[in-house]
């Protein structure tokens, strides 16, 4: 505990340059449904197609790591530098709700053609345009990015609902994939801050039994909910992305000109 905390205590507010694209980040546990008495276990995962680079306990690179069931809360604690980096008993039998907000990490944007790429994918509409308005160049430019991830999973009986959180954006899931029927698929709710978020992409990640994944794209209605199409035996990874212009003084301390918060949610659907 005293290594953790002057760990913490060490740790420097700045954001965590990379070279890459960022990719989806999610919490994927070994397994998503546990008996009372084990553990629960999973890899922080940074990649594409719901398959990636697994990052070890680190706090200086999160805000909040943090499991809930029921009315009790506690914090992930786990040894610095331990992987997986989630590893807990069950704070109660039921739903187990996992989050997890990083701090800041930046990108630069050599090309232009990569910006455009990844604006369309993750279904930013005038984004040309809106960044040509602002004056803003074509390259060498700095995007910050927060990561906001959740992972559902069931202790023992695996009774319980899904809630707020209080990340900046978050999915909600208004079913329980271990107990509910899913038979018309399991709705899921995207909020953005104080508001629900209609009208948003929502991208559906799919992973078989055999680690074959399928993607599939999903919109929310007028109140944020989207429902999506599950199977049994499955486990999903459920994305979206907010894009939005810093604010001054953020832009100014960490050198960005465009902002990006990414929401995930996994968990898996018992046979």
Same mark, same amino acid.
């Given at each position: 505990?005293?290594?953790? /905390?002057?760990?913490?205590? *060490? =740790? ?10 960022? %990719? ?14 084990? *553990? ?19 706090? @200086? ?11 009790? @809360?506690? $914090?992930?604690?786990? &040894?610095?530098? =331990? ?19 990083? #701090? ?8 232009? =053609? ?5 604006? /369309?994918?993750?279904?930013?509409? $005038? ?40 990340? =900046? ?9 271990? #107990?509910?029927?899913?038979? +018309? ?15 948003? @992409? ?11 994944? $399928?993607?599939?794209? %999903? &919109?929310?209605?007028? +109140?944020?909910?989207? #429902? ?21 003084? *953020? ?14 949610? #996994? ?5």
């Amino acid at each position: 505990m005293r290594i953790l /905390a002057i760990a913490a205590a *060490l =740790a420097v507010a700045l954001p965590v340059p990379s070279q890459v694209m960022a %990719h989806e980040f999610w919490i994927e546990p070994l397994a998503y449904q546990v008996d009372s008495s084990d *553990l629960i276990i999973g890899e922080l995962t940074n990649g594409q197609e719901f398959a990636g680079s697994q990052f070890a306990y680190l706090p @200086q690179r999160f805000e909040r790591f943090t499991v809930a069931a029921g009315m009790r @809360q506690g $914090d992930v604690l786990n &040894r610095l530098g =331990a992987r997986p980096a989630l590893s807990i008993a069950p704070l109660s039998e039921g739903l187990n709700v996992i989050s997890y907000q990083s #701090t800041l990490s930046t990108m630069t944007y050599s090309e232009w =053609a990569k910006f455009l790429k990844f604006s /369309a994918h993750k279904d930013f509409a $005038d984004i040309e345009a809106i960044h040509d308005a602002r004056g803003l160049p074509r390259t060498g430019f700095v995007e910050g990015y927060w990561r906001f991830a959740k992972t559902l999973v069931g202790a023992g009986n695996s009774i319980g609902s899904d809630f707020r959180s209080g990340l =900046a954006i978050e999915f909600v899931a208004l079913d329980n994939p271990y #107990t509910d029927d899913l038979s +018309n698929g399991l709705r899921v709710q995207l909020y953005y801050l104080d508001d629900l978020r209609g009208d948003a @992409q929502v991208e559906l990640f799919e992973k078989a039994p055999d680690g074959t994944v $399928d993607i599939t794209l %999903h &919109r929310t209605d007028a +109140n944020g909910i989207a #429902t999506l199409p599950v199977k049994a035996g499955f486990s999903y990874l459920v994305d979206a992305v907010v894009l939005r212009e810093p604010s001054n003084e *953020l832009a100014a301390e960490a050198e960005i000109v465009w902002e990006t918060l990414w929401a995930a949610l #996994t968990f898996g659907v018992p046979e």
